[in-house]
Nanobody, 124 residues
């Protein structure tokens, strides 16, 4: 049973930083693509960043490129999202997701497993 548990959300001032973590368990993730998505109230869930576990290749939404960094720690089976220069429009619930088919896609429907989400609030 795949489990994804996010942590690290909170309240931060605009311009500040947060690091989200996603602890993955239940199987070997070497063939997976791991993604971060976010959803603000009244909006659709949107792609933020993704990383292919085996190669470590990363992908970003244009809105976060240059500010956010996704990484993974193989030993800890954990994926991170370092968020710098946060803006009020970054505020949302952030979700970790896993796509067992491995190839990158920004489409939420392609990810089979999801965490419970962690709230990020950015004050102006």
């Amino acid at each position: 049973q795949v489990q994804l548990v996010e942590s690290g959300g909170g309240l931060v001032q605009a311009g500040g930083s947060l690091r989200l973590s996603c602890a993955a368990s239940g199987r070997t993730f070497s063939g997976y693509c791991m993604g971060w998505f976010r959803q603000a109230p009244g909006k659709a869930r949107e792609f933020v960043a993704a990383i292919t576990w085996s190669s470590g290749r990363s992908y970003y939404a244009d809105s976060v490129k240059g500010r956010f960094t996704i990484s993974r720690d193989n030993a800890k089976n954990t994926v991170y999202l370092q968020m710098n220069s946060l803006k009020p429009e970054d505020a949302a619930v952030y979700y970790c997701a896993a796509n067992p088919r491995g190839g990158f896609t920004p489409t939420p429907g392609a990810y089979d497993y999801w965490g419970q989400g962690t709230q990020v609030t950015v004050s102006s």
